[in-house]
């Protein structure tokens, strides 16, 4: 709620879309009269790669890193791929579920991975990847006044 507060504040008057791309992976619509609408969470990164070595028998443990190529021709690039664009592709895939319904509305990106993410989506965002602590001060100087 604190994002979507942040997000209000510093984007008054339009639709907004807070994706908080951190454990987990958090979407959060306002639109554009200011009504929270809801969104969806789902896995981050950190939480992907550790799923795959957590509940298979083979897969290693990997960390984060850019895949060489789409088509991982081992396992750790496969791994790779498929961590990295999967989220990639859910994000601009919520994108434009959500640009069927509203014509226009600001994206920000925030959260631990939001500067590794920006450059791999296709839409135009704002990312900010300390816009919760932003939002927590644009909040407590809202509430002073």
Known sequence: MVL?????????NQNRLVIDAGTCITYDFIDADDN???G???PGIRLRYQALNDYTSKLPLLSKKEPETFIGNSTAESIHSGVINGVALEIDGFIERY???YAKFIII???GD???L?????NTIFAHSN???????QTFQYNQK
């Open 118 to 122: 920006a450059k791999r989506l296709k």
């Open 40 to 42: 969806a969470i789902s």
């Open 4 to 12: 979507a507060t942040g997000a209000t504040l510093k984007f008054p």
């Open 131 to 137: 816009f919760l602590l932003e939002s927590l001060n």
């Open 109 to 111: 990106l925030t959260g």
């Open 114 to 116: 939001a500067e590794f």
């Open 36 to 38: 929270y609408l809801g």
């Open 99 to 101: 640009q069927t319904q």
